[in-house]
């Protein structure tokens, strides 16, 4: 059984930035992808960001590129999200997500463990 705990998030004004963290649990986290994904009140949960298992491909959805940044640190059993310009359409809950296969994906149906989220909320 994977276990995914996710750390950082908090208030934060408009343009400003917040680190997200995630500690996996399990000895192969190297060979899947790991994504960040949110989900806002009333909304369905989306895609945001996705990791290939080396580190060496990222995928972003449109909203957010050049803004966030997806990491891993493999040794570590860890994968982040830098959120920089944040805006009050960031507000939601953050949940990272271990997918199937080594690839990134975008579905959340390609993801098989989640963790419990963690809130960033965007005041203007």
């Known amino acids: 059984q994977v276990q995914l705990v996710e750390s950082g998030g908090g208030l934060v004004q408009a343009g400003g930035s917040l680190r997200l963290s995630c500690s996996a649990s399990g000895r192969t986290f190297s060979s899947y992808a790991m994504g960040w994904f949110r989900q806002a009140p009333g909304k369905e949960r989306e895609f945001v960001a996705a990791i290939s298992g080396s580190g060496g491909v990222t995928d972003y959805q449109d909203s957010v590129k050049g803004r966030f940044t997806i990491s891993r640190d493999n040794a570590a059993n860890a994968v982040y999200l830098q959120m920089n310009s944040l805006k009050p359409e960031d507000t939601a809950v953050y949940y990272c997500?271990?997918?199937?296969?080594?690839?990134?994906?975008?579905?959340?149906?390609?993801?098989?463990?989640w963790g419990q989220g963690t809130q960033v909320t965007v005041s203007s």
């Open positions: 997500a271990r997918g199937r296969v080594y690839y990134t994906r975008r579905p959340p149906r390609e993801y098989d463990y």
